[in-house]
């Protein structure tokens, strides 16, 4: 294998703790022998999340299709049915004031 695609694997394998990320101690140590591999793998983890960012994304989009294609409209934000059983629910245990007399 091409030694960049060998590093890429390493830190891959590093970052998503695989079966052949490196001990702690030996991972510092290269991170110590080899100035560039921190910012690689830092460059490597934005990614990651980049990538996790977009694919959340496009299944939210992808559920709002769904949802509108079953129930010919877009869904309420922050008014759905769990904020409204909260907040029925604290009625019900709200401290009880007494009447002015």
Known sequence: MRPELDRLLLIEQQLLNGPAALPADEWNLRLLLDGDLE?????QQRLYQGLRL???QQL???LVAIHTKLYGSQPRRGGGWPQQLTAWLR???APQRPAAT
């Open 54 to 56: 977009a694919g959340r």
């Open 60 to 62: 939210r989009r992808e």
């Open 91 to 93: 009625t019900l245990w």
């Open 39 to 43: 910012a690689d793998a830092a460059t």
